[in-house]
């Protein structure tokens, strides 16, 4: 089946840890993103990538970082940095075409203590 | 910057009703696209309906349907008929044409009463 898979779903680090979240995508789309989403608030864009070996900074980018070596991966690093990085986060991907929803993953669930 | 608003945190509805989630946005942009996504407690975000802001005709899928309201800048959801799988949070996004971002609203609780 064709579809968005990220692990894992809870995933528990010390503070002052990097942690990688995975994100992959069989779904052939060219476009993949990041998101966080904090309880009473919508999703937020972190980052985005339209093509391979490129990505754009989203509106909370401070703290997180990324790479695009595959078409089909987009890991997501929180490094220690990011100041409250507990949270839930979503990655997606589109056909780059505009008029295109985003199709969205299970979402990982980072829990920093 | 463009902004999305659902005014309505929580909303209830009995099993079989008819309930209308609120949101409206705000834009200069002519092109634009609207779309409702659903977050069961699963918390997978699944897309429920889109809507092309040059199209005047209102989007419908199956017991979804939309009032698309451009000069008032207002999406509502429609849902009918009104199931327990219903129960849900529910976003409004708005994306502009020529832009990659998706701008969310904050959502709307849905609970579903039997």
């Known amino acids: 089946d064709g579809g968005i898979t990220q692990s894992p779903k809870y995933l528990f680090r010390k503070e002052g840890q990097n942690v990688t979240l995975s994100c992959e995508q069989n779904l052939n789309h060219d476009a993949m993103y990041w998101y966080r989403q904090d309880p009473g608030q919508g999703l937020r864009l972190i980052y985005y990538s339209q093509i391979v070996n490129d990505f754009q900074k989203g509106d909370i980018a401070e703290g997180y970082s990324v790479s695009r070596e595959k078409k089909e991966s987009f890991p997501l690093t929180v490094t220690s940095a990011q100041k409250n990085p507990t949270a839930f986060y979503l990655c997606a991907s589109s056909k780059t075409n505009l008029a295109y929803e985003q199709y969205f993953g299970p979402g990982t669930r980072l829990t920093v203590t | 910057a463009q902004t999305v608003t659902q005014s309505q945190p929580e909303m209830s509805v009995q099993e079989a009703e008819t309930v209308t989630l609120s949101c409206t946005y705000d834009t200069s942009e002519s092109d634009y696209y609207l779309f409702w996504y659903k977050q069961p407690p699963s918390r997978q975000m699944i897309l429920v309906i889109r809507?092309?802001?040059?199209?005047?005709q209102n989007a419908t899928e199956n017991r979804f349907s939309v009032n698309f309201q451009k000069a008032a800048k207002s999406f509502s959801l429609k849902i009918s008929d009104s199931q327990l799988g219903d129960a849900a949070m529910y976003f409004c996004a708005y994306r502009e044409g020529g832009s990659e971002k998706l701008v969310f609203g904050k959502g709307t609780k849905l609970t579903v009463n039997p």
């Open positions: 809507q092309e802001a040059y199209k005047q």
